[in-house]
């Protein structure tokens, strides 16, 4: 029986009760006639870097040490002739390679920050000075492609005070999208009271705080010292989920309860640890002397948002979505570190609502990060 057979078949009831529910099919999934190509798609957490930054982290690199940094550091910024791996070069094309690649997987913008660990490891003046360099070239290559790229403002968290001023400077001044920062600065957190002031500037300027990851601080260093853990493949993750609980269990959120702060990989598996954060930072927090207002999943739900960065696990972001919700999850690649083609289809293909696809794929970073569509 062919296709016109069958159709002559059905009654005009059937045919009206086949095509009520491919309507109902439609409600429910969104456009149901969408291509993958037109999904738009705002990525999230992408890195760039700076020819200036390059130098100062292989001097760096070459001035040795014990941080737990300096080994990914070394590949990418001081490789022996002919080992280097690509990171570098596309970390410094922001105008050729990076957009045909954008271009080739349908990805419309780039929010951009300087790589990790941003300007972290370098003394307070020099940190200070290249965080101002990078981000001048940052709004100079939002200029030149207006409709592609988004940024994040660098600041150095080693001198609280001029991080400041660079950080009012780049929201009102460059008209950036939010702030990033590598987790510790010499091992200390933005949760002790030196750094209030730069949660107080994020919070007024009403500006995301984008906590990536670097390597975990020396204080916890020594077991992530074998197996390469110290990397992504652990330790970051471990580092940067750290600083978050920090934030939450100190109670700075309830000083500064509008910050905004955003964290990569999936939250750094923390909407997974919910639960058991709730059943004990109570008894925690009592123990130690302290109060805080609200429990840690209820600052997360208030004051977190999580990106897709590095994980493309389609059950790991249904339980995100299911957990925390559809509005507090943002797509990422982590260009150049992840490649964009899995990302995208991941995106695209991933089971959930086509109302959550596109609240995931670019209108939740238009909202967060003030994104307008710029010509
Ligand atoms: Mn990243």
Redesign the pocket.
Known sequence: MDRRTALAGLSSLSIGAALGSLGDARAAHGSADRTPGKLRKLAT?E?FTVPEVAEALRRVVRAGGSNLDLPVLATIYDAPAGTQPRFLSELLDVDERRIADMDRHGVDVQVLSLT?PGVQMFDADTATSLAIVANDRLAEIVRRHPARYAALASFAPQDPARAVKEMERSITHLKFNGFIVNSHTNSEYLDQPRYWPILEAAEALDAPLYI?PRAPSDGMAAPFRDYRLEGAAWGYGVETGTHAVRLMLSGVLDRFPRLKIVL?HMGEALPFWMWRLDFMAAPGARAAGRTNQLKPSEYFQRNFTITT?GVEDPLALRYCIDKIGADSIMWAI?YP?QPTAPAVSFIESAPMSEADRDRIAYKNAERIFRVTARA
Request: charged share 25%; no cysteine.
């Open positions: 957490e890195a990790a990536h990569g960065s982590d570190y």
